[in-house]
Nanobody, 115 residues
Framework: EVRLAESGGGLVQAGGSLRLSCAAS????????ITWFRQAPGKEREFVAA????????HYADSVKGRFTISRDNAKNTVYLQMNNLQPEDTAVYYC????????WGNGTLVAVSS
């Protein structure tokens, strides 16, 4: 079964950290470009971070640059989003997608940051 699953969300105080995971089954993540998106209540889904399939290139939204880091563990077939210095405006459901010849989405994980 092909599946992409996010985990690691939760409630954290402002200034805290979380690490989100995006685990794949049924396909190899290192064959795909991986992108993290987020959707805050009442807002449209927005880009957060991306990694080229090779792992050599990463991109970040200006709002998270310097605070968030995307990485990949090929042995675990998992991509991570390390989020530091979280702020209330980071509160959202976070989604990962994997894109190559196919496109897969996970169901999201909720991150809530209290002030």
């Amino acid at each position: 079964e092909v599946r992409l699953a996010e985990s690691g969300g939760g409630l954290v105080q402002a200034g805290g950290s979380l690490r989100l995971s995006c685990a794949a089954s049924g396909f190899r993540l290192d064959d795909y470009a991986i992108t993290w998106f987020r959707q805050a209540p009442g807002k449209e889904r927005e880009f957060v971070a991306a990694m080229h399939w090779s792992g050599d290139t990463t991109h970040y939204a200006d709002s998270v640059k310097g605070r968030f880091t995307i990485s990949r563990d090929n042995a675990k077939n998992t991509v991570y989003l390390q989020m530091n210095n979280l702020q209330p405006e980071d509160t959202a459901v976070y989604y990962c997608n994997a894109r190559a010849t196919s496109l897969y989405w996970g169901n999201g994980t909720l991150v809530a940051v209290s002030s």
